[in-house]
């Protein structure tokens, strides 16, 4: 029987999407103890995966931004807590960008004995089980099924009856009888300013979803209030800083499409099994981040000048690649997937 650590460090959407992955080391009937390590932007959407038994929250210093300090302390807060619960294994699931290195050598050092990643830089004793990028297996593949492979190399496989698909668990249900029976989200906010569709246009959308005789809900974060309150303006229902994740997984649940850019709610949506209209800017690739498992429709320039540099903040005057879509095709786009929506209910 074995006690194993499975780690993602960075956001939420990071951490929604390596949900299967988890379920697939979860469903192991060796696996007693089932621990996620998870970054503070993560931890709302830790909670909300079927699968572990418990949960530990550590900022990681390469990681996480704006960075906390890599000294003794901190490093030694993850190292005690490793040790006090004597993990047999640990897999460390990251992106592309991302090297499992730096966690391994802590994991290491705390007497974790088997070590599984996905590393490009030669990994010595530090990874049991390393696979190599590009090598072991494609780059260019959907960051849901990066992570079903890494845990795959350890020795965990999903079930025949779980489809591989986003899942969250545990919705809170207490908004529901203030919620219209049909609508439509937008949500407007990014915590990547570069990926974030250009406010007068999500503006434009609602006004003219509304004249279209759509009723639109519009969600956000505490800090996106402004933001949300100009995008919903008279003719939108405003949410913005109203519903924790778990209340907004509801909200999102039960709309027919959701609109939004590369950010947490559109895999959080991909988990309640919303179709999403994905204002997509390329400075990741949408083959790795497109919401995974649901319909989709994938708006904006893939080959504008920021392709690939996960810049943050548009490198490219105007952010052509996002303010290109205009709110005509986003409305055009909910209404195509407002009806597979459809369709595939009466299924």
């Given at each position: 029987?074995?006690?194993?650590?499975?780690?993602?460090?960075?956001?939420?959407?990071?951490?929604?999407?390596?949900?299967?992955?988890?379920?697939?080391?979860?469903?192991?009937?060796?696996?007693?103890?089932?621990?996620?390590?998870?970054?503070?932007?993560?931890?709302?959407?830790?909670?909300?995966?079927?699968?572990?038994?418990?949960?530990?929250?550590?900022?990681?210093?390469?990681?996480?931004?704006?960075?906390?300090?890599?000294?003794?302390?901190?490093?030694?807060?993850?190292?005690?807590?490793?040790?006090?619960?004597?993990?047999?294994?640990?897999?460390?699931?990251?992106?592309?960008?991302?090297?499992?290195?730096?966690?391994?050598?802590?994991?290491?050092?705390?007497?974790?004995?088997?070590?599984?990643?996905?590393?490009v830089d030669f990994a010595g004793s530090?990874?049991?089980?390393?696979?190599?990028?590009?090598?072991?297996?494609?780059?260019?593949?959907?960051?849901?099924?990066?992570?079903?492979?890494?845990?795959?190399?350890?020795?965990?496989?999903?079930?025949?009856?779980?489809?591989?698909?986003?899942?969250?668990?545990?919705?809170?249900?207490?908004?529901?009888?203030?919620?219209?029976?049909?609508?439509?989200?937008?949500?407007?906010?990014?915590?990547?300013?570069?990926?974030?569709?250009?406010?007068?246009?999500?503006?434009?959308?609602?006004?003219?979803?509304?004249?279209?005789?759509?009723?639109?809900?519009?969600?956000?974060?505490?800090?996106?209030?402004?933001?949300?309150?100009?995008?919903?303006?008279?003719?939108?229902?405003?949410?913005?800083?109203?519903?924790?994740?778990?209340?907004?997984?509801?909200?999102?649940?039960?709309?027919?499409?959701?609109?939004?850019?590369?950010?947490?709610?559109?895999?959080?949506?991909?988990?309640?099994?919303?179709?999403?209209?994905?204002?997509?800017?390329?400075?990741?690739?949408?083959?790795?981040?497109?919401?995974?498992?649901?319909?989709?429709?994938?708006?904006?320039?893939?080959?504008?000048?920021?392709?690939?540099?996960?810049?943050?903040?548009?490198?490219?005057?105007?952010?052509?690649?996002?303010?290109?879509?205009?709110?005509?095709?986003?409305?055009?786009?909910?209404?195509?997937?407002?009806?597979?929506?459809?369709?595939?209910?009466?299924?």
């Open positions: 029987m074995r006690k194993v650590l499975v780690a993602r460090l960075d956001s939420a959407g990071d951490v929604l999407v390596t949900g299967p992955a988890i379920r697939a080391v979860a469903a192991s009937p060796e696996v007693t103890q089932l621990t996620l390590l998870c970054g503070p932007q993560g931890r709302s959407a830790a909670e909300l995966l079927p699968g572990p038994t418990d949960l530990f929250t550590w900022a990681s210093p390469w990681t996480v931004v704006p960075a906390p300090s890599a000294d003794d302390f901190h490093i030694e807060i993850l190292k005690q807590f490793v040790k006090r619960e004597g993990f047999d294994e640990a897999i460390i699931f990251t992106s592309f960008h991302q090297s499992p290195l730096p966690l391994a050598l802590i994991l290491r050092m705390s007497g974790v004995k088997r070590i599984t990643g996905a590393s530090l990874l049991d089980v390393r696979l190599r990028p590009g090598e072991d297996f494609p780059e260019d593949q959907p960051e849901t099924e990066r992570a079903i492979g890494i845990a795959a190399a350890a020795g965990y496989r999903l079930p025949p009856d779980d489809d591989g698909r986003l899942r969250v668990s545990g919705l809170d249900t207490t908004l529901n009888s203030a919620l219209p029976d049909k609508y439509i989200v937008v949500h407007p906010g990014a915590a990547v300013p570069a990926r974030m569709w250009p406010p007068d246009r999500s503006t434009a959308a609602v006004e003219l979803l509304v004249r279209r005789g759509h009723q639109v809900i519009v969600t956000g974060g505490k800090g996106e209030t402004e933001l949300t309150a100009q995008v919903a303006g008279i003719h939108g229902i405003d949410m913005g800083g109203k519903t924790d994740l778990r209340q907004t997984a509801e909200v999102l649940a039960r709309a027919d499409v959701v609109v939004s850019g590369n950010t947490g709610p559109a895999h959080l949506a991909a988990a309640v099994g919303t179709p999403v209209v994905s204002l997509f800017s390329p400075v990741v690739p949408p083959i790795r981040w497109a919401p995974y498992g649901v319909p989709v429709e994938l708006l904006g320039d893939q080959e504008a000048a920021c392709k690939n540099t996960r810049a943050r903040d548009c490198p490219v005057a105007g952010h052509p690649c996002l303010a290109s879509v205009t709110p005509t095709q986003v409305a055009d786009a909910v209404e195509r997937l407002q009806a597979t929506h459809l369709n595939m209910r009466k299924r």
